[in-house]
Nanobody
């Protein structure tokens, strides 16, 4: 399974890009995405994800500005970012550590793994 992010780039402060993360290479499993970011010289941090009951979770610095969503029909996750500030500048990564599989793969565990995308750079100026 590969996770491929897109949608990053250079954005002016106040801008509203949407990041996408598509899972490829899996016909029978749907992967739930979460988002992390890493700014220069800093450790990778959690940005947003889903709780096991489906509720969304955000780090405090993006609450009210970012929205996470999922489209299982496309095996994709999204991060809508609004009102960007310079401090949002970072490499953004999607991660999947929860899935639901059907058919011949239905016995695969829903958790216990981690797949990461290659990252997409978001630069706010």
């Amino acid at each position: 399974v590969q996770l491929v992010e897109s949608g990053g780039g250079s954005v002016q402060a106040g801008g509203s890009p949407r990041l996408s993360c598509a899972a490829s290479g899996s016909t029978y499993c749907r992967y739930e995405m979460s988002w992390y970011r890493q700014a220069p010289g800093k450790e990778r941090e959690f940005v947003s994800g889903f709780e096991p009951d489906g509720k969304t979770n955000y780090t405090d610095t993006v609450k009210g500005r970012f929205t996470i969503s999922q489209d299982n029909s496309k095996n994709s996750g999204y991060l809508q970012m609004n009102n960007l500030i310079v401090e949002d500048t970072a490499m953004y990564f999607c991660k999947s550590s929860r899935r639901r599989c059907v058919g011949p793969l239905r016995a695969l565990p829903t958790t216990g793994f981690s797949y990461w995308g290659q990252g997409t750079q978001v630069t706010v100026s």
